[in-house]
């Protein structure tokens, strides 16, 4: 499998995949995921198999943080339910992190639905913590956990460094 950055064609299969993750109302419109890849600000990866067939893709955006440290956002990670389990994403988060954290980024936010427990699994797995409970989130009626992860800043010198908590 291979990743690699998202391209115009790309897009109704990227739709397609967000509706099998996703419920509706929470999956994104084909309006919101077009506004989400033309923001300047963000990054979609996608992974396609040998045959080019799209499994997953994720969306994240770098923008500023408190006191000018910049910040990642995961808008959405996505892999089509037959592939799940098969680390791919796994290998979209790593991505997005390195990519991220090489624009400058100190830490890495997301959301996700509280009662979506595989998904708060996977980023627990990967360092995420859950750093508040958001009401209503989704449609106004579903509780979102806001979740967090502090990231390493890349090392020019050789010296360790630690982002500040």
Known sequence: MTLRDYRPE????????????????????????????????????????????????????LEPGRRGARVGHLVTIDVHPDQQGRGIGSRLLREAERRLRQAGARAIFLETAVDNHGAIRFYEKHGYRVLKRIRGYYLGEMDAFRMGKALEPTRSTGTACRAPS
Not at 14 to 34: K, N, Q, S, V, W
Request: proline share 6%; charged share 35%; net charge negative.
């Open 10 to 61: 790309d897009f109704d299969r990227l739709c397609e995949i967000d509706r099998l993750c996703f419920p509706p109302g929470i999956a994104y419109t084909a309006e919101e995921m077009r506004l989400y890849i033309a923001d300047r600000r963000t990054f979609t990866i996608v992974v396609e198999e040998p045959e080019h067939r799209i499994v997953g893709f994720l969306i994240a955006r």
